[in-house]
């Protein structure tokens, strides 16, 4: 891809940055949150509020990257920043993703071969070790059915419901409460499960303030409908959801995504087969979370983790090699290639 021939459109700024593709298309989405602002608070009758929050939110973490990868000497390495930033920026979530293509257009850019396709969810931990429950996502029918045997969306009761103009068009933010279908222990019993759902272009809403318990989630090929209680609806053309709750990783989903986080952690343990790469792999053997089923004694996490790092066994912590004895310095060199199938 390369830079658009024409003039950059009105507030977009790229001089002194246009060393190569990622870099401009970083600084023009600055550039777009900027304008975006600003148009979105202009008119009082058509007030976006949302439109304010998601693009001053994109900078809250990647605002030091654009400056880093702008402000660095050389310009492949201001290039290989730029793309690291771009890819990181549309990691979080499908809708920052959509933003980004569609921000990125406006300025005069095609931002699709700069990022990588949009790869399958890896969780995470938090303070605690606990494997974290995902970022938003779309709601469709097999998310939904991955709810149904952890959360009784039948007993949820409302706990917040907003619907607010969004220029031109209507957005709505509904909160439940649900009963958990998973034992937790006595101390996380206080703490409700909220389910959260986003709605954008809402084309439908009707709310009965007496009747709250009960919610239905409802994904179809022309949007979402969601009911509430015996006659309260919400209709709108797309949605996203996400789980406020201490003890999802106790739920039957927690558990299948702490298996997940395993597996990766191990594709990147298993590099410790190349001895020059040894100290360099993240191993660390954790103190803090639950342990899972299939090792009891023991937890495997990666740096995000409480850890005690492991001495390479042909290394030391510090990066430089050990001395060997003579007939380990004959077996010849280590390999270069990628790691292959274990053997």
């Not at 929050?53 to 654009?66: G, M």
């Not at 920043?81 to 809708?95: F, V």
């Not at 068009?169 to 439940?176: C, P, R």
Request: net charge positive; proline share 8%.
């Amino acid at each position: 891809m390369t830079p658009p021939a024409a003039p950059p459109p009105s507030g977009v700024s790229l001089e002194g940055v246009n060393d190569g593709p990622a870099m401009a298309v970083l600084a023009a989405l600055l550039d777009r949150s900027v304008v975006r602002i600003a148009e979105a608070a202009a008119d009082a009758r058509r007030y976006d509020r949302e439109a304010i929050r998601a693009a001053s939110d994109v900078w809250d973490n990647n605002l030091f990257p654009l400056f880093r990868a702008a402000h660095s000497a050389h310009a492949h390495k201001r290039e290989r920043r730029a793309l690291a930033a771009l890819e990181w920026m549309a990691g979080i979530s499908e809708r920052r993703r959509r933003w980004m293509r569609e921000q990125a257009a406006v300025a005069g850019y095609d931002i699709g071969p700069l990022l990588p396709s949009a790869g399958p969810y890896v969780p995470g931990r938090d303070y605690r070790g606990h494997v974290m429950a995902p970022l938003p996502q779309a709601v469709t029918g097999r998310r939904v059915a991955e709810l149904l045997p952890d959360y009784d969306l039948s007993a949820a009761e409302v706990s917040h419901l907003r619907v607010e103009r969004a220029g031109r068009e209507l957005t709505a933010q509904l909160q439940l409460a649900v009963p958990r279908k998973f034992a937790v222990e006595e101390s996380e019993a206080a703490d409700p499960a909220l389910l959260n759902v986003a709605l954008d272009r809402v084309t439908e809403a009707a709310f009965d303030l007496s009747d709250t318990r009960g919610a239905v989630l409802d994904p179809r090929s022309d949007g979402i409908a969601v009911s509430v209680g015996a006659n309260g609806r919400l209709r709108a053309e797309a949605a996203e959801y996400w789980c406020d709750d201490r003890s999802w990783h106790r739920s039957a989903a927690g558990r299948r995504a702490d298996a997940v986080l395993l597996r990766h952690v191990m594709w990147e343990i298993r590099t410790v087969r190349y001895p020059g790469k040894a100290d360099r792999v993240p191993v660390r053997r954790g103190r803090r979370g639950p342990r899972t089923s299939a090792l009891p004694a023991h937890r495997i996490a990666s740096d995000h983790g409480a850890a005690t790092p492991r001495r390479p066994r042909h290394g030391r912590l510090d990066g430089r090699p050990r001395r060997l004895p003579h007939r380990a310095s004959r077996r010849g060199p280590a390999p270069t290639g990628p790691p292959g199938r274990a053997r």
